[in-house]
Antibody, heavy 124, light 108 residues
Framework: QLQLQESGPGLVKPSETLSLTCSVSGGSVSSSSSYWGWVRQPPGKGLEWIGSVHYSGSTYYNPSLKSRVTVSADTSSNQFSLKLSSVTAADTAVYYC????????????????WGQGSLVTVSS | DIQMTQSPSSLSASVGDRVTITCQASEDISKYLNWYQQKPGKAPKLLIYDASNLATGVPSRFSGSGYGTDFTFTISSLQPEDIATYYCQQYDDLLLIAFGQGTRLDIK
């Protein structure tokens, strides 16, 4: 069974870069039928897609965050990561890593597998 | 960017009721619309993909319909364990993703 686990600092200072890693087990980041993504949720608010990556190196970003976001995949360690620069208090959220669904040999751009989430607080 | 309008933002219903949530896209998104359930403190769970297909292990009381700009999510007979927040999510040909604002569902 595929499992995803986020890791990284729980506290980041304003203007610094938030860095999170998602470790994948029970599956491979190198799978051609998978896209790996990051979704965040500010406390008490809704879901916001941040960005996604395919092992081939293709990346896809939320236009509202694109200038500050980098998502990358490391096939050697079976992980993928998120970097969000110049953070402010508005970036305080639970950050989830996730994998797209795959049905009947078709990639569905919807997230079927999720990590448990990692709370990141931006504060000095 | 494609905008998603999800309604209502909150909903109260009784056990056994039929519950409907709608999601409207600002432009034609074909069938590219998914629905999620999120319970407090938990990650979202994919329920419906591509507008009308049930994800693995999802009870048949959940269903989805629609195409183009207007989509509907239905619970045919509300159960106590269905209390959660529900989100629609669209994607486009560029694989860009957007979530609806969410519908909080509780028991009347």
């Amino acid at each position: 069974q595929l499992q995803l686990q986020e890791s990284g600092p729980g506290l980041v200072k304003p203007s610094e870069t938030l860095s999170l890693t998602c470790s994948v087990s029970g599956g491979s980041v190198s799978s051609s039928s998978s896209y790996w993504g990051w979704v965040r949720q500010p406390p008490g608010k809704g879901l916001e897609w941040i960005g996604s990556v395919h092992y081939s190196g293709s990346t896809y970003y939320n236009p509202s965050l694109k200038s500050r976001v980098t998502v990358s995949a490391d096939t050697s360690s079976n992980q993928f990561s998120l970097k969000l620069s110049s953070v402010t208090a508005a970036d305080t959220a639970v950050y989830y890593c996730a994998r797209t669904a795959y049905y009947f040999r078709v990639v569905i751009i919807g997230f079927e597998f999720w990590g448990q989430g990692s709370l990141v607080t931006v504060s000095s | 960017d494609i905008q998603m309008t999800q309604s209502p933002s909150s909903l109260s219903a009784s056990v056994g009721d039929r519950v409907t949530i709608t999601c409207q896209a600002s432009e034609d998104i074909s069938k590219y619309l998914n629905w999620y359930q999120q319970k407090p403190g938990k990650a979202p769970k994919l329920l419906i993909y591509d507008a009308s297909n049930l994800a693995t292990g999802v009870p048949s009381r959940f269903s989805g319909s629609g195409y183009g700009t207007d989509f509907t999510f239905t619970i045919s007979s509300l159960q106590p364990e269905d209390i959660a927040t529900y989100y629609c999510q669209q994607y486009d040909d560029l694989l860009l993703i957007a979530f609806g604002q969410g519908t909080r569902l509780d028991i009347k």
